[in-house]
């Protein structure tokens, strides 16, 4: 039941995301998808066809053996045509399939993972829950042991993604007593045939509205205690494994989408002509397409670095790239359409579907302001010292570098004084934590992308670090400001939530 390591096949990603977009260009339509609120049968077979659903599945049952970063370069590029396939496949190869694949038995390999590879059985992953969202601590749906040592679990699951289509569920349920933990959790397989399971209708969305997205109502579903997954009652373990790549699988989506968006700028600012001259001949409009150059540069960065991390850094760095990701991308989209002027707004253009897609990216696979929390507290307990980039690069890029570093001294001089001024009592201190988190996201997408520029020495990408440098700095400063004082925010908000028990 170990987590597997990376195999080194990941040099296929180059061909293969060759094939991708040949076969994306040829078979996928954004709008179609989105105004059918499905993604065509052809397009999964065909995605199937590619050996895609078995991309990082074990090659011994059927899968291509491929390990996180040929995985999010597919991704990524699958969202360069249309999100809603990419968070399909996502999904399934990420938060679907992870939890089998790393603590999976032999026996439970054998059962799924053939055709899981083929794309015959698609896979989905359900934690959250109508009164459990962002606060996972507290599930309802439970597994009980039965006398003959199987399982009985009843409850409901909402928002699951693949939700319609998935043959093979991994559910987290409360599991008391399982393991010896009273107030457990557990990992469980769910079979779409299993009785007592009912899949919901299709959930009517603001965007993704070719991603499935349903809820699952369990009553009495008998399970052998085969179909636990991972350790029974030790489900935290496995989930943070599972949904570090689920995150990082997300972020790669954030970064075909926001290359997406730019590729339509591109176009657009060389060929509209305002004022006599195309739109990028104005400065302004200019200096605008260099900063989403710049977000998305540090998107590519930050995740294609965190996709190549050991399990350990995984975990962490995964936080920062999925807020980074998702928050740079809902800003270069929305930039895109900014720079489109009125077509922007024209469902033909291709930009408002990208922008209602990306929008949900803010909010599954953990809300941002949550994550952000648990980025700051992170970051308030972390042991291992951040490498200064000040002589790691080479002399060209040495004052980009000096700037990334006191970006990052920045940052480590908030975390020194909060742990002065709080101490232990820091971690009762939200909108703290929230704001040293959002720091750290910048720190990261920065560092990715000061090492980035200086691995290709092209001048544009050192540009573009250094631009996103300028404005991860004025971020920075502006996101360590002291936080509003507690006594305003609660007069303005006395008479809209004026009730004791909403206060903190
Ligand atoms: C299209 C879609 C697909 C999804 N797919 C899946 C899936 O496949 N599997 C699955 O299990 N779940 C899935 N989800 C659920 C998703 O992960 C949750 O919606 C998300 O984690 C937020 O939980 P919630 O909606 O209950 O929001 P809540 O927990 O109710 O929070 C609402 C808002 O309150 C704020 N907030 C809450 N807590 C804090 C805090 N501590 N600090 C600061 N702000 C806070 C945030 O702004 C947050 O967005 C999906 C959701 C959608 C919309």
């Given at each position: ?20 977009t ?120 439970r597994?009980?042991?039965a ?33 010896g ?179 949900v990216t ?30 790691a690069?080479?002399?060209p ?78 971020e ?19 008479d ?9």
């Amino acid at each position: 039941m170990s987590v597997l390591p990376h195999v080194p096949t990941d040099e296929v990603a180059g061909p293969l995301c060759a094939e991708v977009t040949r076969f994306a260009a040829r078979s996928i339509d954004a709008r179609a998808i989105d105004r059918a609120g499905a993604i065509p049968a052809g397009v999964l077979g065909g995605l199937a066809e590619l050996g895609l659903f078995g991309l990082t599945l074990p090659a011994a049952h059927g899968g291509a053996g491929c390990g996180l970063l040929t995985a999010c370069q597919v991704v990524a590029e699958l969202a360069r045509f249309d999100r809603s396939v990419a968070v399909t496949l996502g999904l399934h190869l990420g938060l679907g399939t992870r939890g089998l694949v790393a603590f999976g038995t032999s026996e439970q390999h054998e059962r799924y993972l053939p055709s899981l590879a083929a794309g015959e059985r698609l896979a989905a992953f359900a934690t959250t829950e109508p009164q459990a969202g962002s606060d996972l601590s507290n599930l309802a749906t439970r597994a009980l042991e039965a006398a003959d040592g199987s399982l009985v679990v009843n409850g409901r699951k909402v928002f699951v993604t693949n939700g319609g289509l998935a043959g093979l569920y991994t559910l987290a349920v409360a599991t008391p007593g399982l393991g010896g933990r009273e107030r457990g959790q557990s990992l469980v397989l769910v079979e779409r045939g299993d009785a007592g399971l009912t899949v919901e209708a299709e959930e009517c969305k603001l965007g993704l509205k070719g991603s499935s997205t349903t809820g699952l109502v369990l009553e009495d579903v008998r399970l052998p205690s085969s179909r636990l997954l991972g350790e029974p009652g030790w489900a935290a373990k496995g989930l943070a494994h599972i949904l570090s790549w689920g995150r990082t699988l997300m972020s790669a989506g954030c970064v075909g989408t926001a290359r997406a968006a730019l590729d339509k700028v591109h176009g657009q600012v060389a060929h509209r002509r305002q004022f006599g001259k195309p739109l990028a001949a104005l400065e302004v409009v200019r200096e605008q397409v260099a900063l989403l150059e710049a977000l998305t540069f540090g998107m590519a960065a930050l995740v294609d670095e965190v996709a190549r991390a050991d399990d350990e850094a995984l975990l962490g760095r995964s936080l920062a790239a999925k807020v980074y990701s998702s928050e740079s991308a809902w800003r270069v989209v929305d930039g895109a359409i900014q720079l489109h002027g009125g077509l922007g707004f024209i469902e033909d253009t291709g930009l408002a579907v990208m922008l209602r897609d990306v929008r949900v990216t803010r909010i599954f696979e953990g809300a941002n302001d949550v994550l952000l929390s648990h980025l700051g507290a992170g970051e308030l307990t972390r042991t291992k010292e951040r490498a200064p980039l000040t002589g790691a690069v080479g002399l060209p890029l040495a004052g980009l570098a000096t700037k990334a570093d006191a970006l990052a001294a920045q940052v480590e001089a908030r975390r020194q004084e909060l742990l002065a001024r709080y101490k232990v009592g820091v971690f009762r201190q939200p909108r703290w934590m929230h704001q040293l988190g959002g720091a750290c996201c910048w720190r990261e997408a920065v560092d990715a992308a000061v090492r980035r520029a200086a691995v290709s020495a092209r001048p544009e990408d050192v540009a573009r670090a250094s631009l996103l440098t300028l404005r991860a700095s004025a971020e920075v400063s502006r996101l360590l400001e002291e936080p509003a004082p507690r006594d305003l925010v609660e007069v303005a908000l006395s008479d809209t939530l004026p009730f004791p028990e909403v206060r903190p």
